[in-house]
């Protein structure tokens, strides 16, 4: 293995200052040792004072409206960009993506560019991406989330860290496999209070819930699916429209205080198209149309309350009965979780 070597350097790209904010007074640079990591990163200290341009999130919201073309030449600078990052040559990477942020900003560039700032050790820089990343669309917040805690949490900032670790989750982050091992989490979970913190952004006391979570209702019940890592998906018969094309909400089943929550994430359906199958049919729900669109997903925000933390129990043991007053129940996975639990592969 090739030892490691340090490196300071400054990164300048020609023929974009034009594009840029105006630059603050420049830092003095220090190569500091690399952390323990899963990834090796370069150990490389990159001068900010360029670099800091771009981290103004009104600049990031400004520069996303540029053209087509302009968005197309940052698109291409920034899978140079990436091709560097994945051959561990984050310091060739910034630059790179900071070329392409003079043309165009997009939620993607702005990740991208985030996590090679970490790999340079410019820590709190990459926090500041990772947020404009969100801020401008990235379209998998919960995966920035979680990389802001893990340089939060380098940087030994404990409370910032696990508050963002929470809203990752909150966000729909389910990967908690990683979060036991992460190497960038270590400083959490070298803390006493690890074990009590997590519980409350990660909490066993859900797995009772697991399965089928019901609400009686007079016509159809409300029934969510509830898998082993806490996800919930809600199918539904025509959430986008009044079609039979059907659609699906996610979201996180959380803790709150002495509330269990739905945190919505996600909703994604289909739209009928090319008119009514029979316009003389009268449907008391959706109504069926000749063919459906293709599949259609938004971001969601919101929470809704579904039970106090002290009815587990109860609601765990409850099967379906004769109320239909909104009365909870839970239906256990006669054979193992279903397809649609399986951890959802986020894009590269």
């Not at 600078?77 to 165009?104: P, S, T, W």
């Not at 990343?133 to 030994?156: Q, T």
Request: aromatic letters at 8%; charged letters at 25%.
């Amino acid at each position: 293995m090739r030892k490691p070597f340090i490196v300071c350097a400054i990164a300048a790209c020609a023929g974009v200052a034009a594009a840029m904010p105006p630059t603050p007074a420049a830092r003095p640079t220090r190569c500091e040792p690399t952390p323990p990591a899963e990834r090796p990163r370069a150990q490389t200290t990159v001068s900010t004072s360029a670099g800091s341009a771009f981290l103004s999130a009104s600049w990031a919201a400004t520069q996303a409206q540029t053209d087509a073309a302009a968005a197309a030449k940052a698109e291409a600078l920034r899978a140079q960009g990436y091709e560097l990052y994945k051959r561990k040559n984050d310091a060739a990477a910034v630059a790179r993506y900071e070329a392409a942020l003079a043309l165009h900003a997009s939620g993607r560039l702005y990740y991208d560019y985030a996590n090679s700032l970490s790999n340079v050790d410019r820590l709190a820089d990459s926090v500041r991406a990772y947020d404009i990343a969100i801020a401008i669309g990235y379209e998998h917040p919960e995966i920035a989330l979680y990389n802001g805690a893990c340089a939060l949490s380098r940087m030994r900032d404990a409370e910032a860290a696990y508050a963002r670790l929470g809203q990752a989750i909150a966000r729909g982050y389910q990967a908690f496999g990683k979060i036991d091992r992460d190497p960038d989490l270590a400083n959490l979970r070298a803390r006493s209070d690890w074990t009590a913190r997590y519980a409350e952004l990660h909490p066993p006391l859900l797995a009772p819930l697991v399965g089928q979570l019901g609400f009686a209702e007079p016509r159809d019940d409300t029934v969510y699916t509830v898998c082993p890592d806490n996800r919930v998906i809600y199918s539904m018969s025509s959430p986008l429209d009044e079609s039979c094309c059907g659609g699906v909400q996610r979201g996180q089943l959380l803790k709150k205080g002495d509330a269990i929550v739905i945190h919505w994430s996600e909703l994604c359906g289909r739209r009928g198209v090319g008119g009514r199958k029979n316009r003389h049919d009268e449907y008391e729900g959706c109504q069926p149309y000749r063919s459906c669109s293709k599949v259609v997903c938004r971001a969601l925000n919101t929470e809704n309350r579904i039970m106090d933390a002290s009815e587990i129990p109860v609601v765990a043991a409850r099967a379906r009965g004769e109320d239909d007053d909104g009365t909870a129940y839970h239906v256990p996975f006669e054979h193992g979780p279903p397809e649609a639990c399986k951890p959802p592969k986020p894009k590269n």
